[in-house]
């Protein structure tokens, strides 16, 4: 199961371990149960201090239980947890077996003071790239509260189960049996729905910190880079974000990132999360900005009011906020959204294996989720407005050589159809003949295009028709000491090394406004 190189590393992992585990397996005769005994006796044979046990006990089968031998403590995996989601395994492995999670002494306290029990479920796709953070968050949970019970579930093995819940997107969480959570979700996240003065809490800390010489208002590429150049400057930086990684989260296979060959957006959101952490940057994440309130004066404190009630103020402020993806606003749309409308072909195709799907957008997103998509589904359909796809060259010729796929152009989706549970079929107008035609299908995934996350500047600041922030050369907004960068400004070609780029633009132009300020300013400002 693990290649040799696999198993060096795991083994270097392994060491760490401070108190043996047993691997306590449930399986059946079928293959998939014999591929995860496979995967078993090889991590026990890398460490004296892991065993395998076989307990058949479980209902699911193949699962398998971490368990800290002698304790009630450990995490459960349902299927054979491996693709993005062999990470998680070795998490689980090495905190079930007492090395200290990389988590702050806060949230520790937090999961441990939780009273009740929990007993999560959580549906993965081994293509997820979403999912690893909700499967690593619950079993870190179930670690730190014996409580706490934790079972992350392969939604490709487990089809049947997935079908009786109505799963059709990933990852789905469950608590005691009832839907609890749907996409990606933090740690800090799953507290605040469990621990109802979480959110009160973080904001009276938040608001109660001095002003910044930079706020950063976002958490993706941009911003990233904006907060780096200014903390090298050695400015008082802060960076207040809804998720940090932003909609790089969203993104599988990155190839155009200049000297790295081939990464993946979780990897690289986790690498930017790092990379800003060796700067004296205070990074407030999962806190949503609500409305911006400008300085009154040059020099002036601008003002940041959030979701949770809290506010930031600071003499300059950086806007990156991002994209995120286009809707059809079509009828239905809302209503089955998770139903069979998705928006992440990566995610959530192997749900709809087998199954016949939409994706809606002829290009490069579009196109290159048909390709992904006809691989795993029964008949993939694609629909474009135009008359042409616009995708590349090369996409377009490897999609028409595909078997399953159909290409339809021309064509305005007019409306979702379902049975109150799930997607049955999409509605579709001819743009040449006038004429409405209905495709049965259970999934529609649409890919076309984003929409800047701005709503909340509008009558603050000046927006182009799309919603996007308009910026100058240097990155200046309409307003003085506001800057803004990344796929949020009208700044051409969305691309991750163009908005690093325009974040380091606009931190470079933040502190050269810093500097220029009259120090009469500066004072009256600061008092």
Excluded at 32 to 56: G, H, W, Y
Excluded at 489 to 497: D, G, L, N
Aim: with cysteine; glycine share 10%; hydrophobic share 45%.
């Amino acid at each position: 199961m693990l290649d040799a190189t696999l198993k060096t590393q795991l083994k270097t992992y392994l060491g760490n371990i401070r108190q043996p585990i047993e691997l306590v397996a449930s399986a059946d005769d079928s293959p998939k149960s014999r591929q995860m005994l496979e995967l078993l006796n090889e991590i026990a044979a890398l460490s004296p201090d892991v065993t395998t046990v076989r307990a058949d006990d479980d209902a699911r089968k193949p699962s398998f239980l971490i368990r800290r031998v002698g304790s009630d403590i450990g995490v459960r995996f349902a299927g054979i947890p491996l693709g993005h989601e062999f990470t998680s395994l070795v998490l689980a492995l090495l905190q079930v077996g007492g090395h200290p999670p990389k988590v702050s002494a806060d949230v520790i306290e937090q999961i441990a003071a939780l009273d009740g029990d929990f007993d999560f479920e959580v549906y993965f796709s081994l293509t997820c790239q979403n999912c690893p953070d909700v499967v690593q968050a619950l079993n870190l949970m179930s670690v730190v509260n014996p409580r706490i019970r934790a079972t992350a579930i392969e939604g490709g093995v487990f089809q049947d189960e997935v079908a009786s819940r109505s799963i059709l997107s990933v990852p789905a969480i469950f608590l005691n049996g009832e839907p609890f959570g749907q996409g990606r979700m933090e740690v800090e996240q799953i507290l605040a729905k469990l621990d109802t003065g979480a959110t009160a809490r973080a904001a009276e800390k938040i608001g109660a910190k001095d002003p910044f010489d930079v706020l950063v208002v976002g958490g993706g590429p941009a911003a990233a880079a904006a907060a780096i150049y200014t903390a090298r400057k050695g400015i008082r930086t802060g960076i207040v974000a809804e998720r940090f990684g932003g909609q790089v989260l969203d993104t599988m296979a990155i190839e155009n990132f200049i000297s790295v060959q081939h990464t993946e957006g979780p990897r690289l959101a986790q690498q930017l999360e790092a990379h800003v952490g060796d700067y004296d940057v205070d990074v407030m994440n999962l806190q949503r900005a609500e409305k911006l309130v400008p300085a009154r004066s040059p020099g002036g404190l601008h003002e940041v009011r959030l979701a949770s009630g809290a506010a930031l103020k600071a003499r300059t402020v950086i806007l990156s906020t991002g994209a995120r993806w286009r809707q059809m606003n079509v009828p239905g749309e809302d209503a089955y959204r998770n139903k069979g409308v998705t928006y992440c072909p990566h995610c959530d195709g192997p749900l709809f294996r087998g199954k016949r799907v939409a994706v809606i957008g002829g290009g490069n997103s579009g196109v290159e989720a048909a390709i992904d998509l006809a691989g795993v589904v029964a008949h993939v359909t694609l629909i474009e407005f135009a008359g042409d796809l616009r995708a590349d060259a090369v996409l377009q010729r490897k999609l028409a050589s595909l078997p399953n796929v159909q290409i339809v152009t021309s064509a305005l989706t007019t409306e979702v159809v379902g049975d109150g549970t799930r997607v049955t079929a999409l509605h579709y107008r001819d743009r040449n003949h006038g004429t409405t035609h209905e495709l049965p299908l259970e999934g529609i995934f649409v890919q076309i295009g984003l929409v800047p996350n701005t709503e909340w500047l509008r009558d603050t600041i000046a927006l182009s028709e799309r919603g996007e922030i308009e910026v100058d050369a240097r990155t200046d907004t309409s307003l003085p000491g506001v800057f803004a960068a990344g796929d949020v400004t009208t700044v051409p070609y969305k691309q991750i090394i163009i908005a690093m780029g325009e974040g380091s633009k606009a931190a470079l132009s933040a502190f050269d406004y810093l500097i220029r300020l009259p120090a009469s300013d500066v004072n009256a400002a600061a008092a």
